[in-house]
């Protein structure tokens, strides 16, 4: 009974995430009650829900104050000479200007959220790619690649995910995958430079001289082989001022360039320890948070604001990882997820058993680009790590496996930020999925290689 009832919770629950009949907090804190009830949990589903909470909180408080650092690092202008810097590089080359593309993608995508991310990129380089005639597809490309690697850091959603539905630290889960990650995203580089150099063969080289970059103002002529593509004729720069930095406005009041090398230094340090692994992320991230706070913004009132630009993206993550702890308090607490593993490992081969990291670094690719994570880490990851205990496959090496297929996933039509990529860049979902599908997935396997081959995921 508790078989069938498990798998008809996880179905309830990915039904109402697919087919957005709820929203995933809503999904996670009805849906687990219900079931937990039908189990026979009766009053004791409080203190499975309250257990879960408490094993949740230090996740949470990761979540709220990472989100509050790298929204302040981007309020108080660190980013902004990085976007400069690369319109200055990459003004006479479609192949530097890809290459930057990636690069730029990559340092924003460090505060977890992929809209931000997108939203600044597209602003700061579009214009460029419009006027040089490079294909607004290209950006999607580079953009969601670099986003979807990244997105692996434990402030970013899908590490936190599953951390908080196996009951282990996020830091346990990235920590090891750090190799992994920088080799996904030397990958993306090189892709970076094959599809920009394709760039360069089919339009020819394009030279951007800008008589002041932040004001967006200059002129285009062609330069070396090959004849220039749509809308790159003539020299009249109309309509163009300004709109290089509408995503990062450099009149905005939250700027603060004296304290530009302190913020720098206060962000390194922060990913140095947090590589290290001294303190808890969560302590780091609180302590680097409230410094920043204090120094950028020594009133009050400026603190508040600060904390309340970002409050969308810190209300619905935080939410969600609170309700999160309701579906996985019950799933321990009635003892579904042991039965539906020891379901599990009767059907399963026993030969394929002790592969059951990696087949579940293979299953992410496609699971997590047809259902959301929520679904994929809430609803099937429990029940694979259930399994995979009987065969000493630890929870944690399950996670790390699980997070590999994220470069696939980001290109998902089920995750919103893509959507609001493509919108942005003018680009179809089709023609945006025909370039960057076959890449995704040789960064997540690549990633899934590097972890097996360092001896973070098991391989029989």
């Given at each position: ?54 094993s949740l909180a230090p996740t949470a408080a990761l979540l709220f104050f990472a989100i509050i650092f ?106 090891p995958m750090v190799p992994s990650m920088i080799v996904g995203l030397i990958i993306v580089l090189l892709f970076a430079v094959h599809l920009g150099i394709m760039e360069r063969r089919r ?258």
């Open positions: 009974m508790l078989v069938i009832l498990g798998f008809l919770m996880v179905a309830a629950f990915m039904f109402l995430i697919l087919t957005k009949r709820a929203t995933p907090v809503v999904a996670l804190t009805l849906v687990p009650v219900i079931f937990g009830l039908l189990a026979g949990a009766g009053l004791g589903i409080g203190d499975m829900i309250t257990d879960g909470i408490k790298f929204g302040i690092m981007i309020d108080v202008g660190l980013f902004d000479p990085l976007v400069r810097g690369i319109l200055r590089l990459v003004r006479n080359d479609p192949m530097k200007l890809v290459v930057g593309t990636a690069i730029l993608a990559m340092v924003v995508s460090l505060d977890g959220d992929g809209s931000t991310t997108f939203i600044i990129v597209t602003s700061a380089l579009l214009p460029l790619y419009l006027k040089l005639g490079v294909s607004p597809v290209i950006l999607t490309v580079v953009a969601g690649l670099a986003n979807g690697t990244m997105n692996i850091i434990p402030w970013g959603g899908p590490t936190v995910r599953a951390a908080s539905a196996l009951g282990i630290s996020p830091s346990d889960v990235f920590v339009i020819g080289k394009l030279i951007y001289e800008p008589e002041l970059v932040a004001s967006g103002g200059g002129s285009l002529r062609k330069g070396g082989k090959g004849g220039g593509g749509a809308g790159t004729g003539g020299s009249d720069d109309s309509g163009e001022s300004g709109q290089f930095f509408d995503g990062l406005d450099p009149n905005r009041d939250t700027l603060r360039p004296k304290l530009l090398w302190f913020n720098a230094a206060l962000t390194v340090i922060l990913l140095v320890i947090l590589v290290m692994d001294i303190l808890p992320i969560p302590v780091l991230f609180m302590i680097a948070a409230s410094i920043a706070l204090t120094v950028n913004f020594p009133k009050v009132k400026e603190q508040g604001d600060a904390i309340a630009r970002h409050s969308s993206s810190i209300v619905s993550v935080v939410a969600m990882v609170l309700a999160a702890a309701i579906l996985t308090g019950v799933f321990q607490g009635t003892g579904m997820v042991e039965a539906m593993a020891e379901w599990l490992l009767n059907v399963i081969p026993s030969g394929m058993g002790p592969y059951l990291a990696v087949i579940t670094g293979i299953l992410s690719i496609p699971l997590t680009f047809f259902m959301t994570n929520d679904a994929f880490y809430f609803g099937i990851l429990p029940v694979l790590t259930e399994t995979a205990s009987k065969y000493g496959i630890d929870p944690v090496e399950m996670a790390r496996a699980s997070i590999t297929g994220q470069p696939v996933h980001l290109q998902s039509p089920l995750v919103p930020a893509i959507l609001l990529l493509v919108t942005l860049a003018g680009v179809s979902l089709a023609d945006h999925h025909k370039k960057v599908l076959w890449r995704a997935v040789v960064v997540s396997l690549s990633m899934l290689a590097v972890g097996v081959v360092l001896g973070q995921i098991p391989f029989g």
